[in-house]
């Protein structure tokens, strides 16, 4: 296959681009010129379009920008070298050098994935990266990537041991899905047995193990980050990990994994195996936490880019905030974003519940997330946000699970999944928020406006603190729009330095996160799909959206909310100490250019600081949990 895509024509060795930009913009000629792109701007164009979803730099100085296109002639896959490396936002932090820049046809279904394959079991050879980078010619470089078209790509053992099943799957469904099948295969094929791998990967689950093999398999290496079906391997030795495990040590892997005592199946583990299996109740936790927010993101960012473009063009500041005329256009626009935001609370939560109870949970979880952003349902002026779609996500999906464990009779199994269970989880759901949760949140809602009331006669810098730290604690929850309807009700009354201040720190939150992920990203303290939502929740914040904090707060609350809250304040109580007014019910950088900030300087100083205090803390905070979780893990292997 490489040798009908790949030709010396395609291989560059001396890249001279210095960032991401040039690096596709020359590797882009390299495939006009051997005449596999007619349009270079489109091509390029579709190639930032993937990174968008998800960057695709990966770990030792490997990157893998690819795109399917309409531009494209014929499929092919320029490869780009650079001896210094240059920094393309990759996991490990360090910078890239080796470059595969995969050209698919745009009807082409799966080309780039068939490729990723393929490069797959090229990349993790021990020397290969090496070889390449020190090839002198490219011809010499193509007979690297091309070995493998004549030679097996693994040993098949003459006399097996015995059957290896893997499993394995990213969020983003693409290079460390095959990358870790092919170290699984390879694995195994040295240690004498056959092997067979599943790949969840985004053109869908491919070679799944039939119940034949599953029966006679020796044990299952699960190597996953997203949720799969572990139920068929009841009763088999199962060995369950992330996926960047099975990379770098799959013989380990399976070699736990023919140790491992029995997996009964449901998520349910016995005692004994819960010292040995790989995951724990805190990685499931993250794990049903992820695919909340995998699933949320989407929304997050449809509906606060499309808010935040009909509010910087079509708005226009009136003393109840920023508004566009009825009947616009951008009025249109501002509708669609508003349906993405209003979804995204009830995706949250409907996508936790599924994780947990697979899809006997998903409804119940969509309606639990609803019935928790909408506080009508149980009298309160505003719903509980995303913190308390995560409530309700787990709540719900646990309940259903347990709903879908007991033994029913065989007349009444098959409704269980789709009526028993997600009737009985709504119900379950609705209740507890509506006649236990909801007259505390209503409670407490009233309690706060009472506070800010109180406070509102005495020191400004408490108060400030006060609004501050509600605005950063949820996003957009209700916590912060109590804060906002009460500075929004003193701007009627002539009492425009409450907004004032609020509205510095209202972009703190989203603006602080994208900062911080921006930075922290090159000490490995942030995903690369948080720096690509940080993109997002800075177009998010320029305009006062505070929401788009809500993803890092979701994947990582303990660390997040605190950074908020404390950044927010900052901003808060400087907008006092400044002397900030403003007329307008809105936040951001925004509203200074339109002209409501009485000191639009000093109200961009106040927001900066907020943001940079928001970041440091962000950092700080995952540094010192990073580097107690790397200490707690080279002690383990220490005594290993």
């Known amino acids: 296959m490489m040798k009908e895509i790949l ?220 949720q799969v079906d572990l139920n068929r391997f009841s009763g088999k030795k199962v060995i369950i990990t992330g996926v960047k495990k099975a990379i770098k040590d799959a013989d380990k892997l399976i070699e736990q994994a023919l140790e491992a005592p029995l997996y009964q199946g449901d998520g349910k583990v016995s005692n004994s195996q819960k010292s040995t299996m790989t995951t724990g109740s805190g990685q499931d936790l993250y794990k049903y936490l992820m695919n909340g927010v995998s699933h949320m993101i989407p929304f997050v960012v449809v509906g606060g880019i499309l808010i935040a473009l009909s509010l910087a063009i079509g708005g226009q500041p009136t003393p109840g905030g920023l508004a566009i005329p009825e009947g616009s256009f951008w009025n249109k626009i501002l509708d669609v974003g508003v349906v993405g935001f209003t979804l995204m609370i009830p995706v949250l939560a409907g996508y936790i519940a599924y994780a947990i109870a697979d899809r006997p949970g998903l409804a119940p979880g969509l309606i639990g997330g609803w019935i928790a952003n909408n506080g009508s349902f149980y009298d309160a002026g505003a719903g509980t946000g995303f913190i308390g779609a995560i409530i309700a996500g787990l709540l719900v999906g646990y309940f259903v699970k347990w709903i879908v464990s007991f033994n029913y009779s065989k007349m009444i199994q098959p409704l269980v999944p789709i009526m028993i269970a997600p009737i009985a989880g709504s119900l379950f759901i609705a209740g507890v928020f509506i006649f236990i949760i909801g007259a505390p949140i209503a409670g407490i809602m009233e309690t706060m406006n009472n506070v800010l009331a109180n406070l509102s006669t005495g020191n400004v810098i408490l108060i400030g603190l006060v609004i501050g730290l509600m605005q950063g604690f949820d996003m957009g929850g209700p916590f912060g729009k109590v804060a906002f309807l009460f500075s929004v009700g003193l701007i009627a009354e002539g009492q425009t330095q409450f907004m004032g201040a609020q509205a510095a720190a209202i972009p703190v939150a989203p603006l602080g996160m994208a900062l911080a992920a921006f930075i922290g990203s090159r000490w490995k303290l942030f995903e690369s799909e948080e720096v690509e939502n940080a993109k997002a929740a800075t177009a998010m914040g320029m305009v006062g959206i505070s929401e788009g904090a809500i993803p890092f707060a979701a994947r990582d609350p303990f660390a997040v909310i605190p950074a908020n809250m404390i950044g927010s304040a900052v901003a808060c109580v400087l907008g006092f100490t400044f002397g900030l007014t403003c007329n307008v019910a809105h936040g951001g950088p925004i509203v200074v250019l339109l002209g409501a900030f009485n000191k639009p300087v000093l109200a961009l100083v106040a927001m900066a600081i907020g943001v940079i205090t928001t970041a440091a803390v962000a950092i700080v905070l995952k540094k010192v949990r990073y580097n107690r979780t790397l200490k707690s893990q080279n002690a383990q292997l220490a005594t290993n």
Request: hydrophobic share 40%; with cysteine; aromatic share 6%.
């Open 7 to 226: 030709n010396a024509q395609l291989i560059k060795l001396d890249l001279n681009a210095c960032d991401k930009d040039a690096v596709f913009n020359e590797l882009a000629d390299v495939l006009v010129a051997a005449g596999k792109v007619s349009d270079k701007t489109q091509f390029i164009q579709d190639v930032w379009d993937r990174e968008a979803t998800g960057n695709t730099g990966f770990e030792d100085g490997i990157a893998l920008p690819h795109a399917k296109s309409s531009a494209v002639v014929s499929p092919a896959i320029a490869v780009g070298v650079s001896k210094q490396g240059i920094e393309y936002g990759a996991e490990d932090g360090l910078p890239s050098k080796i470059f595969f820049m995969i050209a698919s046809p745009e009807k082409a279904s799966d080309f780039h994935v068939q490729v990723l394959a393929k490069l797959s079991s090229k990349i993790i050879e021990p020397t290969f990266i090496e070889e390449l980078l020190t090839a002198t010619t490219s011809e010499e470089a193509l007979a690297l990537m091309t070995t493998s078209d004549d030679e097996p790509s693994q040993v098949t053992p003459a006399v097996s041991k015995g059957f290896i099943i893997g499993v394995t799957g990213c969020p983003v469904g693409v290079a460390h899905t095959y990358l870790a099948a092919e170290s699984i295969e390879n694995a195994a094929a040295q240690m004498g047995y056959e092997c067979k791998v599943e790949t969840n990967g985004s053109v869908g689950v491919k070679n799944i193990p039939t119940e034949e093999e599953i029966a006679r398999a020796d044990a299952i290496v699960v190597a996953c980050d997203k």
